[in-house]
C-alpha cells in the first residue's frame, strides 16, 4: 500500500514540476541567448521545478525496485491527468470533450496494461 502511495505521490510531484517549469518559462526573455540564461537561472519557479523533479525521480527509482516495470510505467501515464487539471486550475486552459476522452483512454489503458493476468 505504502508503494502505490509514492506511486501516486510520484506522478502528482511530476506534474506540479512542470507546472513550475511552465512558470519558469516565462522568464525567458532578452536581448541574446545569455541574457535570456542569466533571466531563467534568476527564476525560483526553474529550480521548484528541477527539485520537484528529482524528488519525483527518486521516488520513481524506489517505486521500481518494488513494483514490476511494466505495472509502474503505464501507471506513471497518470500524471497527465494531474496536468490536465491543474492546467485548467493555473492557467486557465481550456478542457474540451477531446481532451478529457483522450485523458480517458490514457487512464483506462494504464490500468489495463499494469493489472496482472
Known amino acids: 500500500m505504502l508503494t502505490a502511495s509514492f506511486l501516486f505521490l510520484m506522478t502528482i510531484m511530476g506534474s506540479v514540476a512542470s507546472l513550475f517549469l511552465k512558470q519558469a518559462s516565462g522568464s525567458l526573455k532578452g536581448e541574446s541567448l545569455g541574457a535570456i540564461l542569466l ?5 525560483p519557479s526553474l529550480y521548484a521545478g528541477g527539485a520537484l523533479y528529482l524528488a519525483a525521480s527518486l521516488l520513481n527509482i524506489y517505486v ?52 496482472p493476468r
Not at 533571466?39 to 527564476?43: E, I, Q, V
Not at 505495472?71 to 486550475?89: D, E, G, I, N
Open 39 to 43: 533571466n531563467l537561472l534568476k527564476t
Open 64 to 115: 521500481l525496485r518494488v513494483l514490476d516495470y511494466s505495472s509502474v510505467l503505464p501507471l506513471s501515464a497518470f500524471t497527465y491527468v494531474w496536468t490536465m487539471f491543474l492546467a485548467k486550475a493555473r492557467f486557465g486552459e481550456k478542457l474540451n470533450l477531446r481532451k478529457m476522452a483522450g485523458v480517458f483512454l490514457i487512464v483506462v489503458g494504464a490500468v489495463l496494461v499494469s493489472r
